[in-house]
């Protein structure tokens, strides 16, 4: 078990929100959201909660937070049809029950921030670092390698049930997020966890080659760009490569594919960082990856953005900044040189 389901405040609000689900009316409306720009952790724990509280006979509507569908590699997942875009629900909808998921600040939450401000009651249930108090109750294990992981773990203590179709999204969450379980999140709780959502009904192998074993060959283009593009720096302790809006244009590829692309580059020997810079016609973004003791999410936040120590993302301050600007001002504050 997480840690932090044990601590006396953590349960405290466990309780709280047991208490304020049985309390609902039956014919209480319930909205579930994620961040924008929806990973995998994301969609599974939407997935996951949605069934779990449907089956308790709960009216749950799972919202996207922005103006795209559910991404392709998630779309053979149960309940994907089920996602309602935010933009397409009547801005005087009041929600009694907005939960959001796996978002530290409202501003993740895109077109469903002011969905989640007008809802009666609002939650979050998280496993990054707080950044923002937007609910009533907030539910953040940032020991839980994923939010899909706190989720699995909360529902018996919530009374919900944890069927197949729960195990399925929640493993969907944990692989995701742990890369497959060779990320240094990955712990003992989490192979548990994962053993326990297999026993549930999860089919690693089924999963796993929907999600890693079915892409477009444009999508594999996209990873030879990416890949022709590797530089190092600071002395081989940062490697970078990155793709521009026109890449994905000309390839043909969605971005739909682009979620992972960062792994393509971390394995380069000696790098302790790995960056991926996107430059777009909408806004300009880096995802910062570690290998080791440096805390990536520190150099995120100089730059409004945040994530784990060992993974972080910045939607950079300059929507229209180029690639080699947004490397140069991160270059500095990245390790320099070998390892210690």
């Known amino acids: 078990m997480l840690a932090t389901l044990t601590e006396a405040g953590f349960k405290a609000d466990i309780v709280a929100l047991k208490t304020l689900l049985e309390d609902l009316n039956p014919d209480a409306k319930i909205a579930l959201c994620a961040h924008t720009r929806p990973d995998g952790d994301a969609i599974g724990s939407c997935v996951a909660l949605t069934s779990a509280l449907r089956c308790a006979g709960y009216q749950v509507t799972p919202l996207l937070a922005d103006g795209a569908a559910v991404p392709q590699a998630y779309r053979w997942m149960p309940l994907a049809e089920s996602f309602v875009q935010a933009r397409t629900v009547d801005a005087e909808t009041a929600y009694d029950l907005f939960i959001a998921l796996d978002t530290p600040t409202t501003l993740r939450l895109g077109e469903a921030k002011e969905l989640c401000q007008q809802a009666k009651l609002r939650v979050s249930i998280d496993h990054h670092p707080g950044r923002e108090s937007y609910t009533d109750i907030s539910l953040t294990a940032t020991d839980a390698a994923a939010t899909g992981q706190l989720i699995w773990e909360l529902l018996p203590e919530l009374g919900l049930k944890r069927s197949a179709e729960v195990a399925l999204a929640c493993y969907v969450a944990l692989i995701s997020d742990t890369g497959v379980f060779s990320f240094s999140n990955t712990d003992h709780r989490v192979l548990a966890d994962a053993a326990e959502m297999a026993a549930a009904g999860a089919d690693p192998a089924r999963i796993s080659r929907q999600l890693y074993m079915n892409k477009p060959l444009s999508a594999l283009k996209l990873e030879e760009l990416i890949l022709s593009r590797i530089s190092l720096h600071n002395e081989g ?90 490397l140069a001002q991160l270059l500095p504050l990245l390790p320099t040189g070998p390892a210690q």
């Not at 490569?241 to 390839?251: A, G, P, Q, T, V």
């Not at 790098?271 to 290998?291: K, N």
Request: aromatic share 6%; proline share 1%.
């Open 237 to 326: 302790a940062v490697v970078s490569s990155y793709y521009r809006s026109e890449d994905l244009k000309r390839l043909d590829v969605s971005s739909d594919w682009t979620e992972n692309l960062i792994d393509l580059i971390r394995v380069v020997q000696g790098a302790q960082v790995a960056v991926l810079l996107v430059e777009g016609v909408q806004s300009a973004r880096a995802s910062l990856r570690s290998a080791g003791d440096f805390d990536v999410s520190v150099v995120a936040r100089r730059f409004g953005g945040g994530g784990h120590h060992a993974a972080a993302g910045i939607t950079w301050p300059d929507r229209n900044a180029r690639c080699d600007d947004m």
